[in-house]
């Protein structure tokens, strides 16, 4: 059955478009998930946690995008298990087969943050990854590549384009693969950001003119210490500030 809001069917379609170009472009360096009937696939957990609360686009204040989906120490690709590990991870009431066997220190230090908890398990933020599927080794953090990101660009650029439509959407770009080497305070208005990421990636083609809002860049979770501090202390903060920070 559909969903019956208009804007509920469009970002499903998105998505799940999204999920097949994932699969032609980055099976060369990615592994798969798998789903619940063992089928490959390249998604993001993150997202299919967003879809999974029902969640309507007009909803979605902003988006907070990580570089990659790393294998957990068991080297688990279950689509099915991230997701629920993720679910449980900002539950309220936790499931306890999960307590301290999924959460690393990107999830602990995102929920430290107490209304940033808040903003995701409501589903007013998304949190995604920039490349989907998870990494062929057990390593979970270091850069990716340029090859690696120019082939995903398309990919979560696309999912950026149907969400950010109105003026005080924002994205949260987390870690330095999302940064050039020179950044400019032109780098903070959202739509230019990813002009600029369309030309560095060579994709002439994409089209950012109905973008709104603004870009904020911020270290990984994996490496935040601040426990106990408030997501608007921490994140959102005028352009400015962040475009300081990177000097």
Not at 11 to 27: F, G, H, P, Y
Not at 59 to 66: H, K, T
Not at 201 to 230: L, M, Q
Request: charged share 30%; aromatic share 12%.
């Amino acid at each position: 059955m559909l969903p019956k809001h208009k804007s509920e069917r469009f970002r499903m379609n998105t998505i799940t478009t999204c999920e097949k170009d994932a699969k032609k472009s980055l099976s060369k360096w990615m592994a798969p998930l798998r789903d619940r009937e063992d089928v490959d696939i390249f998604a993001c957990p993150w997202l299919r946690y967003w879809m999974d609360m029902g969640k309507t686009q007009d909803q979605v204040q902003g988006m907070l995008i990580l570089q990659d989906w790393g294998l957990d120490e068991k080297g688990a690709v279950d689509l099915e298990y991230q997701v629920k590990g993720i679910q449980n991870s900002f539950s309220e009431t936790p499931e306890k087969k999960f307590e301290g066997e999924f959460e690393d220190a990107t999830i602990k230090n995102m929920k430290n943050v107490s209304n940033l908890k808040k903003k995701i398990a409501e589903g007013t933020l998304i949190v995604m990854n920039a490349v989907w599927g998870c990494r062929k080794k057990a390593e979970k953090s270091g850069y990716l590549g340029n090859e690696i990101h120019r082939a995903a660009f398309p990919i979560w650029s696309a999912v950026v384009n149907d969400f950010a439509i109105k003026d005080n959407f924002f994205v949260l770009f987390a870690g330095d693969w999302a940064r050039f080497e020179k950044m400019t305070i032109e780098d903070t208005v959202l739509q230019s950001f990813l002009d600029r990421w369309a030309k560095w990636a060579d994709k002439k083609e994409s089209d950012f003119s109905k973008v709104k809002g603004k870009a904020y860049f911020c270290a990984h979770p994996c490496t935040w210490r601040i426990a106990g501090k408030n997501f608007n202390e921490i994140m959102i903060q005028e352009p400015e500030d962040w475009f300081k920070k990177l000097e």
